[in-house]
T-cell receptor, first 115, second 114 residues
Framework: DTGVSQDPRHKITKRGQNVTFRCDPI?????LYWYRQTLGQGPEFLTY????????KSRLLSDRFSAERPKGSFSTLEIQRTEQGDSAMYLC?????????????FGPGTRLTVT | KNQVEQSPQSLIILEGKNCTLQ??????????LRWYKQDTGRGPVSLTI?????NTKSNGRYTATLDADTKQSSLHITASQLSDSASYIC?????????????FGTGTRLKVLA
């Protein structure tokens, strides 16, 4: 499978617990994005990596959120001390680099439910 | 403020009928506009991408139009099928300080009935 993969697909956790999601981008893509999507809304940008460098973070990404891409390949998104408001679909996308905004390929998402 | 607005919010049509979805944006400087299809519980999948100089692009039964002067785009679906039931999201990108940014619309939820 050469698409973007995310793991797990679903996660149910209790409020206050920490969760970590993983994204494996398309292998030749050097750009990786994380988005959050709530029901009935479009995806909202969280953060963006070019290779291993985290180049931008949204104000949506509070101190409880952290993302890494240590070797410029897969990425992890961790949420500490989860809150019910964190319940959403977390989408990862990747694209190739260059000067043009190459197409973003999305993974299937991780649906988080905080109880 | 850069914004993307889509209409209608939801739409129900009968199988075989055509429909048109709208996307209005206030993004500057405009780079390109994409339409995505998102099935329930899945990630978005790209349908079309258009730059400033393009005013129409087709992908099978999907045809997107772009009017960069009025900052409007439409997605026309011909001879709808049950599998077209999904959310359709308009995404506009712009550049700032040499970096591309993306803003997503809230989507139009299409339901095709047999």
């Amino acid at each position: 499978d050469t698409g973007v993969s995310q793991d797990p697909r679903h996660k149910i956790t209790k409020r206050g617990q920490n969760v970590t999601f993983r994204c494996d981008p398309i292998s030749e893509h050097n750009r990786l994005y994380w988005y959050r999507q709530t029901l009935g809304q479009g995806p909202e940008f969280l953060t963006y990596f070019q290779n291993e460098a985290q180049l931008e973070k949204s104000r949506l990404l509070s101190d409880r959120f952290s993302a890494e891409r240590p070797k410029g390949s897969f990425s992890t998104l961790e949420i500490q001390r989860t809150e019910q408001g964190d319940s959403a679909m977390y989408l990862c996308a990747s694209s190739s680099g260059g000067q043009q905004p190459y197409e973003q390929y999305f993974g299937p998402g991780t649906r988080l439910t905080v109880t | 403020k850069n914004q993307v607005e889509q209409s209608p919010q939801s739409l129900i049509i009968l199988e075989g009928k055509n429909c048109t979805l709208q996307c209005n944006y206030t993004v500057s400087p405009f780079s390109n506009l994409r339409w995505y299809k998102q099935d329930t519980g899945r990630g978005p999948v790209s349908l079309t991408i258009m730059t400033f100089s393009e005013n129409t692009k087709s992908n099978g039964r999907y045809t997107a139009t772009l009017d960069a002067d009025t900052k409007q785009s439409s997605l026309h679906i011909t001879a709808s099928q049950l599998s077209d039931s999904a959310s359709y999201i308009c995404v506009v990108s712009w550049t700032t300080s040499g970096t591309y940014k993306y803003i997503f619309g809230t989507g139009t939820r299409l339901k095709v009935l047999a």
